[in-house]
């Protein structure tokens, strides 16, 4: 993998933060944009831009075809059996909603068991919060083992046969834990409930294919793997998307309309109401290509030697402490020094070029469970090297450093 050849191609990798290069480890929150991204986006702007499904002119046509292209893209990176499966969203929030606001009122009533985990972004929390509220089901929640991971028989015994839903993040965006969803999609359909995915911090790193995982709905967001931000995409087995009802209104996705009653188009237009994000959608199918250019298990392989190396270079930090398993982990670490708010401990970082991501990672029920009030985390991509990870050590001991000072 040349690490120098892909840097190349992300211009905003080439800048000065505060006197120093820039050293970016904040791909868990927004990954940066190759080139090719840029540029196909650029394009549909400069060439193509009109809107889709309505005008039969020469750039509607084009546009159409751009967008639904990049839906038989996704379809294909995902491997789903047909784009019909894929409905574009604003991102993994909005994909994980449409789930929980049409797919789960039809299916939950008061007693029912929703089932997810400690570990899972607000994302794939609160709407689930919501729909039990509305409908009068169980939330549940499969415990954590002490190194952030959940175990299988823990998975068993909380999935009954009053489950109706069992969602789960693929990857911890602050433990960097990776669940073992095929397992867990296995056990839910056992009890005749369905899986739900959040796959933010997964598909960027990862292979996914969500017919061999047996997944039901798989979320991403495009701007976590190198595409544009404000798409995202929903894949779901087609049986559940054509009895779900759509939840917003108006535009491309009606059939007819009379004036008290109308009828919806089929899966998945009638999910994609207003104009749709179509210039995201190209972006998206651009870093599609970009990825799978450089081969997703290469990327995963340098990601983990990645996260070994910074493990291993952290925890020689005196007063660092890591949290999450140190095996089978993706490439973030995520820590607190000392007694240094993770604020001040970015800010500092910050001060040497370093960017981190300081807080509660939108996670605020793991916190609690890790008995603390927010942490920092460096999150490596494809574009990282291990002399970024140096660098983050040495603005740590700086910091140490720093604060010592300050506090003698």
Known sequence: MNIQGIREQFPILHQEING?????????????????????????????????????????????????????????????????????????????????????????????????????????????????????????YIPLQPDGTISLEDVER??????????????????????????????????GA????????STPHMRIDVQDLDLDFYALSGHKMCGPTGIGALYGRKSLLEAMEPVEFGGEMIDHVDLYEST???????????????????????????????????????????????????????????????????GLVTFNLDDIHPHDVATVLDSEGVAVRAGHHCCQPLMRWLDVTATARASFYLYNTEEDVDRLAASLLKTKEFFGHAIG
């Open 20 to 140: 120093h290069p820039l050293v970016y480890l904040d791909s868990a929150a927004t990954s940066q944009k190759p080139r090719s991204v840029i540029e196909a986006v650029k394009r549909y702007y400069e060439l193509d831009n009109a809107n889709v499904h309505r005008g039969v002119h020469t750039l509607g046509s084009r546009a159409t075809d751009a967008y639904e292209g990049a839906r038989a893209r996704v379809a294909e990176f995902l491997n789903a059996a047909g784009p019909e499966q894929i409905v574009f969203t604003r991102g993994t929030t909005g994909a994980l909603n449409l789930v929980a606001s049409s797919y789960a009122p039809s299916v939950l009533q008061e007693g029912d068991e929703i089932v997810i985990t400690p570990m899972e972004h607000h994302s794939n929390l609160i709407p689930w919060q919501q729909a039990a509220r509305r409908s009068g089901a169980v939330l549940k």
């Open 158 to 191: 909380t999935v009954t046969d009053k489950t109706k839903i069992v969602s789960v993040t693929y990857v911890s965006n602050v433990l960097g834990t990776i669940n073992p969803v095929k397992e867990i999609a296995a056990i839910a359909h056992r009890s």
């Open 194 to 201: 369905v899986i739900v995915v959040d796959g933010a911090q």
């Open 264 to 330: 919806w188009k089929e899966i998945p237009w009638r999910f994609e109401g207003g104009t749709p994000i179509i210039a995201g959608a190209v972006g998206l199918a651009a870093a599609i290509d970009f990825l799978e250019e450089i081969g997703l298990d290469t990327i995963d392989a340098h990601e983990r030697q990645l996260a070994s190396y910074a493990y291993d270079k952290l925890s020689a930090i005196d007063g660092l402490t890591i949290y999450g398993p140190k095996q089978n982990r993706v």
